[in-house]
């Protein structure tokens, strides 16, 4: 049976958001024409795609691609002072609309929820190390009922399933933070987006294993692979996680050590039928954009080809 799998990309290839300098100069239409060109379906979103609905479309029917999500900063992680949980979450409901509406406008499934509160992510000389931790199981019970509340919010308004990005410097980094953020969210109303590269860096040497623990979670997939002599520099030094990134801890799939055959094989087996997406932060000065980004792609086309035989 074959596999009803697509693959599409992050921009972050051809231009960084966190690190602007990073092909900072590439215009959109460079990255999507090249994007196309190579073989992806869809792209997730940057700083550099239209911000309405309809204007997004256009652009991406321009060059016959989908829009496959988009992040979300969102800051459910930390009620601030003088407010309620409820305060909380109605406050994200509101600033939310533009981005789902637009999300939704264009057929989106999924979006990618990242969380800012607190987080060192963006901070390029705050150390790795020094990222936000939950204190107690009260307040990762908390945090759980504010997310359930906000996912069920997009589910039953937009139709867009929420996928928690654990992601590097931020609360939610570890493998036990994925277990732990698990526990204490609704599976109807909180799905996990499965990043290989963070799941290395964030402490799974082999990222096969949080992958099967949660496959019934995983609603999107983002494929990026690791360099792990740069991983080990970066927390022998205290780097920070943009100098990591400065510094060629990631890189697309296929050219590194995580193993996209057994990745691949599993979310098959799984019955995972989203979107792979290749994202890969690197300075397309040292790891010129569509070189790497064909990379990304030929690698997972050639596993999903050979797995739609074996089928």
């Given at each position: 049976?074959t596999?009803n799998?697509?693959?599409?990309i992050?921009p972050i290839s ?10 900072g100069e590439t215009l959109?239409?460079?990255a999507?024409?090249e994007?196309k060109?190579i073989g992806?379906a869809?792209f997730e979103?940057g ?6 609905g309809?204007s997004?479309k256009?652009?991406?029917?321009e ?13 459910l992680?930390e009620v601030p002072?003088?407010q309620?949980?409820a305060d ?5 409901i509101e600033?939310c609309k533009?981005?789902?509406s637009?999300?939704q406008?264009?057929g ?11 987080t060192?992510q963006g901070?390029i000389?705050t150390p ?7 204190a107690n199981e009260a307040?990762w ?10 996912g069920a919010h997009?589910k039953?308004t ?17 493998p036990?933070?994925?277990d732990?953020?698990?526990?204490v969210t ?6 996990l987006l499965?990043?290989t590269g ?5 402490g ?6 949080p ?7 995983i609603?999107?997939?983002h ?5 792990p ?11 920070s996680?943009l100098?990591?990134?400065?510094n060629?801890?990631?890189?697309v799939p296929?050219d590194?050590v995580?193993d996209?055959g057994?990745i691949?094989?599993t979310?098959?087996?799984a019955g995972?039928?989203?979107?792979l ?7 397309p000065?040292v790891?010129?954009s ?6 990304g792609?030929?690698t997972?086309?050639?596993?999903v080809?050979?797995l739609n035989?074996?089928a």
């Amino acid at each position: 049976m074959t596999w009803n799998v697509r693959i599409g990309i992050n921009p972050i290839s051809w231009m960084n958001d966190d690190l602007p300098a990073l092909g900072g100069e590439t215009l959109l239409e460079t990255a999507l024409k090249e994007g196309k060109e190579i073989g992806y379906a869809g792209f997730e979103l940057g700083n550099k795609f239209p911000k309405d609905g309809p204007s997004l479309k256009a652009k991406l029917d321009e060059f016959g691609l989908a829009c496959v999500s988009g992040w979300y900063s969102g800051f459910l992680a930390e009620v601030p002072a003088g407010q309620t949980d409820a305060d909380c979450v109605a406050l994200e409901i509101e600033r939310c609309k533009q981005h789902m509406s637009k999300l939704q406008y264009n057929g989106v499934k999924v979006v990618v929820y990242g969380e800012c509160a607190g987080t060192i992510q963006g901070q390029i000389d705050t150390p790795v190390s020094k990222r936000p931790r939950f204190a107690n199981e009260a307040l990762w019970v908390a945090y759980g009922k504010r997310l359930d509340a906000f996912g069920a919010h997009l589910k039953s308004t937009y139709g867009i399933t929420l996928a928690y990005h654990h992601h590097m410097g931020a609360y939610v980094e570890s493998p036990e933070d994925v277990d732990h953020l698990i526990s204490v969210t609704d599976p109807q109303s909180v799905g996990l987006l499965y990043d290989t590269g963070h799941a290395y860096f964030g402490g799974a040497v082999d990222p096969l294993l949080p992958l099967k623990k949660h496959i019934q979670r995983i609603v999107h997939v983002h494929c990026k692979d690791v360099r792990p002599k740069v991983i080990a520099q970066s927390r022998n030094d205290g780097w920070s996680f943009l100098t990591g990134v400065l510094n060629g801890t990631f890189t697309v799939p296929g050219d590194g050590v995580i193993d996209y055959g057994a990745i691949l094989s599993t979310l098959k087996s799984a019955g995972y039928e989203g979107w792979l997406v290749v994202e890969a932060e690197q300075d397309p000065a040292v790891a010129p954009s569509y070189q790497y980004a064909k990379k990304g792609f030929d690698t997972l086309q050639a596993i999903v080809h050979r797995l739609n035989q074996e089928a």
